[in-house]
């Protein structure tokens, strides 16, 4: 596995007590590199603005308490590459946000076309309605050719996540744990799916468990990597605000789906709403949402964002163009913006009652279906 050059100094000063990612910056910027912060005498750290005794004789003390070459191989073994961030294929979007994770462990690759990348976020114990709007807006936007980011966490963000793998697209979990772990661990099968179409990212060591403490950080992570969050379902207090909340500090866009007024899911996107988060429907409500982002964001997207637009701006979408099976794409033939009795698609189909069933359930979860009550069905 290639780590970056001269990773071992980086792990060092970056696992050593009280070293986040602003000091890391600070101590880099004050030495001139990372080879000299890492050797700095206990006085020449005390004349660092911000650093104080308590914080240098931590600094002094532990840095060398963490097994560098342990985690290297402990690395190696789960396919994990380890990037610093004057790595050249450090995600530059998340490079210019004010604290990027000095190191970063990806398991999978990150390519220049994730720079366009819209993250999707909300809660862990959502509604049937939050799953479908997840998945459908992940499907329709990685069919886009956008990269899908969320935290690998039940509820929205697995959907999410899947809603991009069903379009064939590519999608970024960002872990709040180190990534010789899966956390929640029954997404394991999904995690691995994601590292084949994508990446698994964590700034954590290897073997870190997942503890609270993790999740804010890694939040920062997901709204750092996008150029704009969409907020689907979550409390009033939840991390999916804090997702949110990063997004703006980074001046990115903030965009919300509407839920059900007496829903408590709904209080988060629709306090966002009345605070000036772009109300979201479909694909094309998160393009123009985009056409706002600063042009220092811009350039970086560029080259990919026609291609985007040109998919959404399609007046409805071909069948050819969503990867169905045969039996989904004589259904999805079948649909149209009215609601259809499910009796009424298997005479039209032609199919047996079963295949039309089994169909039907997997282009709900594409998120390009959606049921009604009554068993009727109609295209999104």
């Known amino acids: 596995m290639n780590h970056s050059a001269n990773i071992e ?33 206990y006085n020449q750290l005390l004349r660092i603005e911000g650093i104080g005794e ?31 961030l004057d790595d050249p294929s450090y995600p530059p979007l998340l490079r210019k946000i004010y604290d990027p994770p000095a190191v970063l462990y990806i398991k999978g690759d990150i390519q220049r076309c994730d720079n366009l990348a819209i993250s999707i976020v909300g809660s862990r114990r959502c509604s049937l309605y939050g799953t479908e709007q997840a998945s459908r ?20 963000d697995c959907a999410a996540h899947k809603g991009a793998l069903n379009a064939q697209g590519r999608t970024i979990a960002v872990q709040g744990c180190g990534l010789a772990g899966v956390f929640p661990p029954e997404n394991e099968k999904l995690a691995w799916q994601i590292a084949e179409n994508g ?72 306090r966002l709403i009345k605070q000036g988060a772009k109300l979201i429907e479909n694909a094309e409500d998160v393009m123009e949402a985009l056409g706002y982002i600063g042009a220092d964001l811009k350039q970086h997207v560029a080259e990919f964002a026609s ?4 998919a959404i701006e399609s ?19 079948c649909l149209d913006g009215e609601p ?14 079963g295949r039309v069933n089994a169909a039907v359930v997997t282009l709900c979860i594409k998120g390009i279906v959606g049921q009604l009550p009554g068993n009727y069905f109609r295209r999104k």
């Open 9 to 41: 100094n980086w792990l060092r000063l970056n696992h050593a007590d009280g070293v986040g990612p602003v000091t890391f910056a600070k101590l880099v910027k004050h030495f001139g590199s990372v080879e000299n912060a890492v050797k700095a005498s």
């Open 54 to 84: 308590k914080t240098a004789g931590s600094i002094i003390s532990s840095r060398d308490n963490f097994d560098v070459e342990a985690e290297i191989k402990l690395a190696d073994k789960h396919g994990v590459k380890i990037i610093h």
């Open 137 to 156: 807006f992940a499907y329709l936007l990685a069919s886009s050719g956008f990269t899908i980011i969320s935290g690998l966490a039940r509820g929205i």
């Open 199 to 270: 990446a698994l990212i964590s700034e954590l060591p290897m073997t870190y468990e997942p503890l609270a403490e993790n999740f804010p950080g890694r939040n920062r992570i997901i709204a750092g990597l996008s150029l704009g969050v969409i907020v689907i379902e979550a409390m009033h207090k939840s991390g999916a605000l804090l997702t949110a909340s990063a997004a703006l500090e980074y001046n990115r866009e903030v965009m919300a789906v509407p839920g059900k007024i007496d829903s408590p899911l709904s209080e988060g996107p629709h």
């Open 307 to 310: 291609m985007a637009q040109k």
């Open 315 to 333: 007046p409805r979408i071909a069948a050819e163009d969503l990867n169905l099976s045969p039996d989904e794409r004589r259904i999805f033939d």
């Open 340 to 353: 259809v009795h499910i009796e009424q698609i298997i005479l039209s189909s032609g199919l047996d009652a």
